[in-house]
């Protein structure tokens, strides 16, 4: 199915609704709630379901769209449409400000914190006079298009439900590019996306901000909606039901927020409606059976709704296709540089007491393949965590090409040609092989995330996937390339691991265990394609406990023990050396 289709035909629906013959007013007032819902539940889908922040406060955005309007509308007269971009610069600036607290935090600390600036606006609202205090700003103005006045729900549905989608297909957009690709990244933790390039900050308050633009808009919609303005809407507790509404949704699926806006607001209104007249309006047990049948709803549907759903029919959006003859600029090669390409003087690392480091000195040369190898604890992926910024050395140089590296971030040391796979794979489980491999290529794409919503990067687009697929044929996994990279084997991601670590054009690469979890023939494949790498001018740095791999495979082996180098030579001298027999491999070979 076309990407394009689903959007028409929700288009279709939402505008036939409210001229059904006969739709009773309540449910047009009941729509237009749903999309207010939906709006601030669509930026919650990028901030928590993908960007991988809980954040309580939503509402709170919601107020400084509204309160904005509202105040420059009814003291000022101002238009309403032109206190839009107001609301929504007013509703941003808040969140850069709040975002750079807020963001940095982690764990139970950061839902803490929305909770915390969530309750302070809400007072904050109800204390200022100029915004009413608790009585708020009444008498906003409708908005209006030419002589039409819309006062009633019906009108204001269409802008309503216009926005929903403009806002949809902008989000949409925003997820299927180069930046969305950074911010899915950052789902599964930090380290991995940094090590390809990624602004981890940055991207954390771009999704955060653009969160708070819906909200936002939702407010400024809400404003003349109501034409009242007061704090209730906006407290915790309404902040606590719009992530309610992403997560029964589905968090991290666009229309899984319209669609759990629509399941909470209208389970809230049927049982507001009908259990009072059932019990005879005893207490309210609505708030009750609510939260039991949103608990219920989860059981069956862990993930939200939508994506149950989706999974029960079997429509898929088609890709479309990669344009073949895109390509990136290769990065400049120094063939006549001389010295060492990677050079490791008396590293060190120390954890309070521990070394796990210690003055370790190695070089890597250009066209070369070199194994780190050594016992478990021995200090090998610390090591390379420290050539690729990862951890700060406690002590010693490292230099790339006779720069400095030592202590540089994980993006400088990427973008200057070093690129990495992991001990433990850290791939998107949820994305697919392409866009898991294409964000190995995000140093060398241009595009932001303005341009990437208004579709204008496509040309960027094409090169960064044509380029993700050359790699994914190259390693050999072409026909898993649209699968979802949490179906692979083991052994299969850490070969999409080693082709995204390729799209960022490396001089130098860096595998920890490449060859755990391949079968025979497939490691065979893998060291033909290393030596390949080699003899086409990039230099290779594995740590592998796989002998005949090594052997086999390294032109030369450096060895570690509790931290220390304890040999360093070619295969065969590594075979024979004694120290190296007591302390790992055990036996002659």
Not at 262 to 279: H, R
Not at 359 to 380: C, M, Q, T, W, Y
Request: charged share 15%.
């Amino acid at each position: 199915m076309p990407r394009w289709l689903p959007i028409l035909l929700f288009a279709a629906v939402m505008t036939a609704l409210p001229l059904i013959p006969g739709m009773p007013p309540f449910w047009i007032v009941l729509l237009d709630n749903i999309g207010l819902a939906a709006l601030v539940a669509m930026g919650l889908v990028l901030l928590t379901g993908v960007g991988g922040l809980t954040s309580f406060g939503q509402a709170a955005f919601c107020g400084f769209g509204a309160y904005t309007t509202a105040y420059l509308a009814t003291v000022y007269g101002v238009s309403p449409w032109l206190t839009l971009p107001l609301s929504l610069l007013v509703a941003g600036t808040a969140a850069v400000l709040l975002g750079l607290m807020t963001v940095r935090l982690s764990g139970h600390y950061l839902p803490l914190g929305t909770i915390a600036w969530g309750i302070s606006l809400y007072y904050l609202f109800s204390k200022l006079d100029f915004l009413g205090r608790n009585d708020g700003i009444s008498q906003v103005p409708p908005l209006s298009i030419g002589s039409l006045q819309m006062f009633d729900p019906e009108t204001i549905y269409f802008v309503i439900w216009g926005m929903v989608l403009i806002s949809a297909v902008l989000t949409m957009n925003l997820l299927d590019s180069r930046t969305g690709r950074a911010i899915r990244a950052l789902r599964r933790g930090h380290i991995a996306a940094e090590a390809f390039g990624v602004q981890t900050a940055r991207a954390k308050l771009l999704v955060f901000i653009y969160a708070a633009v819906l909200a936002g808009l939702s407010g400024w919609l809400y404003a003349h909606f109501q034409r009242n303005v007061n704090p209730t809407p906006f407290g915790p507790q309404a902040g606590i039901e719009y992530l309610f509404i992403a997560v029964v949704g589905g968090a991290g699926y666009v229309w899984g927020g319209v669609l759990g806006a629509a399941i909470v607001i209208i389970l809230k209104e049927v049982l507001q409606g009908y259990l009072p007249m059932l019990f005879g309006g005893q207490g309210q047990l609505e708030i009750i059976v609510f939260g039991i049948l949103l608990v219920l709803l989860l059981q069956l549907a862990p993930g939200g709704v939508w994506p149950w759903l989706s999974s029960l029919i079997p429509i898929k959006i088609r890709r479309s296709r990669v344009d073949a003859s895109a390509a990136l600029t290769p990065r400049e090669r120094t063939p006549g540089a001389t010295g060492p390409l990677l050079k490791v003087e008396r590293a060190r690392k120390q954890f309070g007491g521990v070394v796990a480091v210690n003055d370790v000195s190695f070089e890597v040369d250009a066209r070369e393949i070199v194994a780190l190898i050594g016992p478990n604890g021995a200090g090998k992926s610390t090591t390379f965590n420290l050539i690729t910024g990862i951890l700060t050395t406690t002590g010693g140089r490292i230099e790339l090409h006779g720069k400095p590296i030592d202590n540089a971030p994980p993006q400088d040391v990427v973008q200057l040609g070093i690129a990495r796979t992991f001990q433990h794979v850290k791939l998107v489980p949820d994305m697919t092989v392409l866009e898991n491999v294409a964000i190995g290529a995000h140093l060398r794409g241009n595009a932001g995330a303005l341009t990437s919503m208004l579709r204008l990067d496509r040309a960027d687009e094409a090169k960064l996937l044509a380029e993700a697929t050359r790699q994914i044929e190259r390693v050999g996994l072409g026909g898993e390339i649209d699968q979802l990279a949490g179906s692979l084997s083991l052994g299969q991601q850490r070969i999409v691991e080693i082709a995204r670590a390729l799209c960022a054009d490396p001089m130098l690469l860096l595998l920890d265990e490449p060859a755990a979890g391949l079968r025979h023939m497939e490691k065979q494949r893998l060291a033909a394609l290393l030596r390949q790498l080699r003899d086409g001018g990039m230099s290779v740095l594995l740590v592998e406990h796989d002998m005949g791999f090594v052997m086999d495979l390294a032109d030369r082996i450096v060895v570690l023990d509790f931290g220390t180098r304890i040999a360093e030579g070619t295969p065969d001298a590594i075979k024979t050396n004694p120290e190296v027999i007591k302390a790992y491999l055990g036996a002659l070979a």
